[in-house]
């Protein structure tokens, strides 16, 4: 007697999930061909300028796509970024319970609303980060000339301690999606039940019955909603 599939929960959109990919790709070109100055190893990849040119061609797409978001998601854009800053007294007590969810532990847990307030940490970080990195970049590429050696030695510090920082929470933030099982919603747009009910239980609570009991076919026959 075969187990029944695990019913699915509608989390994310296409149009998020492609921009989300789309700026994990550009992200990692950056990466890359900025490590290409700094990275013995890699430095072949500067050799003829191949490096500042990879560099200059993933900046449109990384600097564009929030910006593309909020114009094609204005309502998610302004939730994520007004969720991402705004803390409530069962935010502050998950981060109680901090050190055991890094081990993969849930058990107590305060319910949480769409995103937990680790995921808002991460977001507000991200969000700052950002911020940071493409000011300094262009700062970088547009003062050349003008900055001075103060000024040049200064803009790449904070432009590469940003970089330094997007890395770092890149990493975490890979780390949580495999500890948690949490890829196939940025991959199909579902969810599970039982990891809605985990992470985000004030949010799975909010959703209508519909959303609620979305079945496991529902990833392929139906497109991806989010309240």
């Known amino acids: 007697m075969t187990s029944p599939a695990p019913r699915l929960v509608a989390r994310y959109r296409p149009a998020q999930r492609l921009i989300h990919w789309l700026g994990v790709g550009s992200f990692l070109l950056l990466l890359l061909s900025g490590l290409a100055l700094l990275f013995p190893p890699l430095a072949f990849l500067a050799a003829g300028g191949l490096s500042r040119l990879i560099h ?12 593309l978001y909020a ?24 981060f109680k319970h901090m050190p055991a969810y890094v081990l993969g532990r849930t058990k107590g847990l305060p319910p ?8 808002k940490i991460h977001h507000a970080s991200t969000f700052l980060m ?12 547009f003062g050349v000339g003008r900055l001075g050696p103060t000024g040049h030695a200064l803009a790449a510090m904070v432009h590469d301690l ?7 929470l890149m990493i975490g933030h890979v780390y949580f999606t495999f500890l948690y099982d949490a890829l196939s919603g940025m991959v199909t747009g579902f969810v599970t039940e039982q990891y ?13 019955p519909a959303e609620a009991a979305a079945p496991a076919s529902a990833a392929e026959t139906e497109p991806a909603k989010e309240p």
């Open 56 to 67: 200059r061609l993933a900046v449109a797409p990384f600097v564009l796509l929030p910006i």
């Open 162 to 168: 940003s970089m330094l920082g997007l890395s770092v």
């Open 130 to 141: 950002f911020v940071s990195v493409a000011a300094s970049g262009f700062v970088l590429w």
């Open 71 to 94: 114009l094609l998601l204005p309502r998610q854009a302004l939730e994520l970024v007004t969720e991402s800053f705004t803390y409530t007294r069962d935010d502050l007590e998950w």
């Open 112 to 119: 949480q609303g769409r995103l937990n307030a680790g995921q």
């Open 196 to 208: 809605a009910r985990m992470e985000h239980l004030r949010w799975f609570e909010s959703l209508t």
